[in-house]
């Protein structure tokens, strides 16, 4: 790996940018730490895509700063053996073959010839490095577009929907093939609105909406936070008023005898129950996923133009 910055951080502070009425992405902070595969999640017009183009470079903020272990894109030395970036797969002219794509990048930014097959067989195109790019599957485009990004070997690399157009092998594949690269040490930060397939990819989330920052931290917490609790007691009424009276968490009375408990875990509501003496028939943990998680934190938000 490239050492230029080894366990480069991406710090984004206070990252603000309008355009016209629209503030596209409003006074935005999060970390994204080294030897993490990290999610960026947001919905349709979030702020995602500005957000990663003020960290390339190509757009300048209004305010703010986002930076690369400490420096911003364009203080880089060699900027793409620091970054490696993939914000769309269409970029490839459909006459040239995947290898003939990566001898251009290699000879653009002086690499030796022989790191575009190196990068093609990480990323599982040998057989098809000859072929043209037009008769490429998409899932195939974005595995090209991955090893246009690693060809430069750099610390930090930025995907934007990486897992668009890959089956569920595929999906499983580059779920590994991350995993391998954050555990050398590398950031990665997948920008992605589909929530399902990024759930199997990441292990940190950053969640925006209309710009702003909804949370940030590790998929896990994220999961615990929302967890909540069903109980199935003959006594629900007498459980819930416990219950309500002990803590601040949301009790639901979902059928006479069923109840979810938000906000406490399975260990409470158990002590809890045994301190009542309520007899229980069930108490499990319920877990969202990420969609449900997703939409519980952004239903609230404000609306994006003001
Ligand atoms: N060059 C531009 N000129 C005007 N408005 C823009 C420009 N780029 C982005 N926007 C607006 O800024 C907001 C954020 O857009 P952005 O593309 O960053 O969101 P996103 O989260 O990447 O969305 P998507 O998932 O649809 O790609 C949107 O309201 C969009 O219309």
Redesign the pocket.
């Known amino acids: 790996m490239n050492d230029q910055i080894a366990g480069a951080a991406i710090e984004i502070r206070g990252l603000t940018k309008t355009?016209?009425s629209?503030r596209?992405v409003d006074d935005l902070s999060f970390t994204v730490a080294p030897r993490t595969v990290t999610g960026f999640l947001?919905?349709?017009?979030?702020?995602?895509?500005?957000?990663l183009r003020m960290l390339l470079g190509l757009v300048s903020a209004d305010t703010g700063t986002a930076t690369i272990g400490g420096r911003p894109y364009a203080e880089l030395a060699r900027p793409n053996d620091v970054v490696g970036a993939a914000l769309e797969a269409s970029g490839f002219h459909p006459a040239r073959s995947g290898r003939h794509h990566l001898a251009i990048y290699c000879r653009v930014n002086g690499y030796p010839l022989n790191r575009a097959d190196e990068v093609l067989a990480t990323v599982g195109l040998t057989s098809a490095a000859s072929r043209s790019v037009g008769g490429y599957s998409l899932g195939m485009r974005q595995r090209l577009a991955l090893a246009a990004a690693l060809l430069g070997d750099p610390t930090v690399l930025v995907l934007d929907e990486p897992a668009n157009g890959l089956d569920p092998e595929g999906i499983v594949w580059m779920r590994s093939l991350l995993r391998k690269l954050a555990g050398e040490g590398r950031t990665v930060l997948v920008s992605s609105?589909v929530l399902t397939e990024v759930q199997q990819l990441v292990d940190h989330v950053v969640i925006i909406n209309h710009?702003r920052l909804v949370q940030q931290g590790p998929l896990s917490d994220l999961f615990a936070q929302q967890a909540s609790v069903l109980v199935r007691t003959p006594h629900a009424e007498r459980l819930a008023t416990a219950l309500t009276s002990a803590t601040g968490g949301q009790i639901e009375r979902t059928s006479p005898d069923t109840l979810h408990v938000a906000g406490m875990d399975i260990a409470a509501v158990g002590h809890i129950a045994y301190a009542e003496r309520v007899e229980l028939h069930e108490l499990t943990t319920q877990h969202s996923d990420l969609e449900e998680v997703f939409f519980s934190l952004t239903a609230a938000e404000r609306p994006?133009t003001r």
């Open positions: 355009f016209g629209v596209a947001g919905p349709n017009g979030a702020g995602k895509t500005t957000t609105h710009g994006s």
